[in-house]
DNA sequence: ATATTCAGTCAACACTTGTGTACTGAAAGA
DNA sequence: TCTTTCAGTACACAAGTGTTGACTGAATAT
């Protein structure tokens, strides 16, 4: 407050922790401390799942993953910071591990999504819907993939394109045994399934960076996301394969 | 004077290099060196663009903007590093010049393809090719803007943000002066420009993920790019604007 | 000719970083 | 019961970080 006599210090990045941090040493505060049953194996996922905890609440705040350090990570997870090689060998590693679980729930979103039983208008809103809700449950997993989808690992880099691929290409399998968008090889089922992920990774981003609170600005996204998608399954109808 | 309570904390970022950097000094090589006219001005700007390029060339190896130390990018540009203060307060600061010197380019590629005269069915092939071109020749600049688009500074995304939307809203215009696509409400080309950009920049990105020498795939991903934008220009034509 | 400006240098500061080695003590195995 | 295992700790180290303040000397301004 009044000691700020010193010139107006630009905002530095991200960085925002918030704590002021005192704390000379490392504080271990989850260690092992008091609740619940203490086997060896389930006390070690506990703490493995606390540093990606970790790791995922510091990129909250606008921080992209490879500015991350171990100490933070591990100081945000309430441990040592020679614990970490408990779990992990390598930030990369705990990245990878992330990607993972990630896609794990994004195949989750898929399979729900899948089951609609709706008429084939409503089908883009409906999944849009979905898709919606599911990004803010997972907010903080969504925001690692799309924004490390081309951050600073290509370690992770490659795992993610590998999961979204992936994800492409159910959504195409999908596609096809709905029966939508009869007449289209597999081939291009997938190119196009590869536009709408992309679409859907974009919106994600553009949505996870207005603050939770600013409704007008978030109805606007999502209309701008559902005719978007109409646009690109408006051309896939159209779309004729040479032959 | 100046009670020297620097409450300074903030400012980490990772530097997981994993090079050994043997120099152990900060090594002025570019300070005031042989060649040219030593005017003030231009041999400022002449750093200052050291500077700049340092930045970009450390992260040509798939490293990410907030992972690079103000050191770093000192000892790249042959300067020391109190020096950059000379420049820029930040290096947010240095991130927002790259940024507006991307969006120049950009708006110059954009006045190329422009004036295509090339018949309607060509143009997309024609403008790709153009596009094609132009993140070989930029390459750099074309993958900082990619890949901190959704990076760690929230400043430098919310300029990339400008920058791209300022880009999508000349084509929009572009569009509707060339009288494609006619019929549509400038904000519906707006919508439907803004996916063309997103897609023309994952394109970037995945593009520039290939080692340069793999040529197969680069034509691959070229034809995967024009497919995608013949389906959105394809739900272009026959979208319906409600009134 | 003289004074001023200011890009770049130098040395030092307080601090964070990743990682190695040795230790501890409770859980698991015998 | 005794022994082994091993998640988490404590301490230390070399190396890197951003930023400060004082200094230098050539290009400018007077």
Redesign the pocket.
């Known amino acids: 407050m009044a000691t700020s006599v010193h010139p107006k ?1 630009r905002a ?1 990045r991200g960085n925002r922790s918030g704590r002021a ?1 005192k704390a000379k ?1 490392d504080s ?1 505060s989850a ?2 401390s008091s609740d619940g049953p ?4 389930v ?2 996922k ?2 493995r799942s606390a540093l990606m905890e970790a790791a995922l609440r510091l990129m909250s705040t606008g921080r992209s993953y490879t500015s991350l ?4 990570i591990t100081r945000g997870a309430g ?5 970490f090689y ?2 992990f060998p390598d ?1 990369d590693e705990l990245g990878l591990a992330l990607v993972e679980e990630t896609g794990l729930t994004l195949r989750r979103l898929l399979r729900e999504a899948r089951r609609a039983d709706v008429p084939p208008i409503r089908i883009i809103a409906h999944s849009v819907e979905i898709y919606h809700q599911y990004i803010r449950e997972h907010r903080l997993h969504i925001l690692f993939m799309a924004s490390e989808r081309w951050g600073g690992s290509p370690l992770i880099r490659r795992s993610i394109r590998y999961e979204t691929q992936h994800f492409a290409t159910e959504m195409a399998q999908d596609l096809r045994e709905l029966n939508l968008l009869p007449g289209l090889s597999m081939a291009t089922l997938q190119m196009i399934c590869g536009l709408v992920v992309n679409t859907m990774l974009n919106a994600a981003s553009d949505f996870l960076d207005v603050p939770p609170d600013q409704f007008q600005v978030e109805e606007e996204l999502t209309e701008n996301f559902v005719r978007q998608l109409r646009v690109i399954f408006l051309g896939a109808t159209q779309w004729k394969d040479k032959v």
Not at 38 to 41: D, E, F, V
Not at 79 to 83: D, F, I, L, N, Q
């Open positions: 210090k530095k941090s040493s271990p260690g092992r203490r086997s060896r194996a006390q070690k506990r703490t350090s171990l100490r933070e441990v040592v910071p020679t614990s408990r779990h930030l």
